[in-house]
């Protein structure tokens, strides 16, 4: 397996229970007493498993670092985004030449100087019997394989030989199924190479060195770098460009635009403010002065003011990437990645459902039994109702319960009986990722007590939401933060749940762990949740419309849990 890859990719199921199974890498497999790490996550559900494999995933992956410290072959990982199949078609030449001088240095070991003139007897060039077996297996085994084979067996191998160039590879890049082929091709040509040399031709290849790579300049500033930080000082003189990340700002906007993506207020604004912390911090506007010693003393920064760790990584990724959009567009030379971020604690990330006494303490307050409202303006007026019940009883997330408009209430296309949430990015509308697109079934409960006359009202506004709280504001990220933090508070300070794994997104494991008490399947689970396929399963099927499933189906299965508190409701509509 690639070691490269999200932690997801690791987990598969045996039996009825899940399981993290990953290859220790070859350039390490020296240092393990075992050839792989298989561990049982105890669990038969995969929403939990995905939460415990990352803790595994954390744990493992602290492991093969610490024995790549141990042998001296951690190196600095060399930006690749600019990378083109010329690029990956030089690294797979410089691999083949890798394993050639390789092989040319362990026979010149025993090659007399005759060897260069008059000549010498073949066996002079030999290897010994059991490498020439060993060669001879690997050149059968490799003629059978397909490129697929290929990349699933020897990838450890050709990762191992291309860390020393510091060159990450991974199933990601858009060019692996090529590259893997020409490293195929590679090894097979170096075979070739290797019985000549055994018939006693003096096959002398190209040497590594002579393949002139991006890895070449790249690997030579990382070497200035790491001189710099040792005398603390940059040795290499940073040019002046002109530009600023207010710059970087605008082609940032201007390559979104091309890409048809959306650009969110929000969003901008984050960059803005991150912008404006760092040069204040570093006190350095243009970006050809901007040094990897600035944006790590910009991350301290950030940690000594008490920022999360998630925070910290998201205004350090802010500027990270108007740097990468500044060598995309030829401003820099090289943009500053890897070894940035820091780690996240475990367990920042992981939610817990809130149990049956808390559903009951929350669905019980003023708000849902007497129509209360809070006047403090975060709470959004009728958001502080309808969110957390959406979110319970179908699954939605709230930056798409804001986004939810007239359009986007009603009959599903093909069964018009069924009233469905329509999770979309139609009409401007931004989702977290194409998997999110999707048809929810409307619980009945919230269809005749309110939600309708929502819809209604919102059609005669000509709304494009149904929400007056985010017509006032359009800034659907700003809205759901100032949300997200009245609830928090409203959580802690007034029903006194303090589990700091209790949240406003613990609603949505309620109501996943409710699709599987009423008998749904994983597959139906992430048709409702919005949750992408793991595996080949995501490379089939439709790619631009939800993918088909049975809406009458996931209708019975959001219509079936109880729900005690549905009935205790003083609903909209009955006030």
Known sequence: MDD????????????RTYQYVRRVPEDIADGFAFARVQRSLRTTDRATAYEAGARVHAEVEKQFAAARRKKGTTINVIPIDDWDWLDWSQLADWFNAVLCEEDWRVRLRNVPG?????GVSPSRFWRDPQTVRAHIELQARLREMTVSDYAEDRFGF?????????????????????????????????LSVFFDREGGVMKEATHPDAIKGKWLAAAARVSDQQVARILGAELAKKAATGRSLADCLRQWQADRKRANK??????????????????????????????????????DFLCDQDYKAPTVNKKIGHITTLLATAQRAGWIDTAISGGIYIDIPAGTNEREPFSAAELDAIFSDD????????????????????????????????????????????????????????????????LKAFARKRYVPVRRELLSNGLSNLVVTARNQQWRTLWPAVETN?????????????????????????DPLKALYSFRHNFR??????????????????????????????????????IVKLNDLVQRPAWPFLRKITWPSQR
């Open 262 to 299: 959306t650009v969110t207020p929000h969003g901008l604004g984050e960059k803005e403010s991150a912008i404006d912390e760092f040069e204040k911090l570093a006190k350095v506007r243009d970006i050809g002065e901007i040094t990897r010693a600035q944006v790590v003393q910009f991350r």
């Open 474 to 498: 359009s800034n659907v990220g700003l809205v759901s933060n100032m949300f997200s933090s009245f609830w928090s508070d409203f959580l802690r300070n007034q029903l006194e749940i303090t």
């Open 114 to 118: 005759a060897a260069f003139d008059t």
């Open 158 to 190: 050709v990762q191992g030989v291309v860390r020393r160039l510091g060159v990450p590879i991974s199933r990601a890049t858009p060019y692996f199924e090529r590259f893997m082929g020409a490293c195929l091709k590679a090894e097979i040509a170096f």
């Open 367 to 430: 708000v849902f039994c007497k129509g209360k409202r809070s006047t403090n303006p975060k709470a959004g007026g009728e958001l502080e109702f309808w969110i957390p019940l959406i979110s319970v009883a179908g699954g939605l997330i709230t930056s798409e319960i804001l986004q939810l408009g007239p359009d986007t209430v009603g009959p599903h296309p093909e069964h018009p009986e069924i009233i469905c949430f329509h999770v979309t990015n139609a009409g401007g509308r931004s």
């Open 513 to 550: 762990d409710a699709m599987s008490a009423v008998g749904a399947n994983d597959y139906e689970k992430d048709m409702l949740m919005g949750h992408a396929e793991v595996g080949t399963g995501r490379a089939y099927g439709a790619k631009k419309t939800p993918r088909v499933v049975d």
């Open 4 to 15: 490269e890859m999200p932690f997801a990719s690791h987990i598969t199921k045996r039996g």
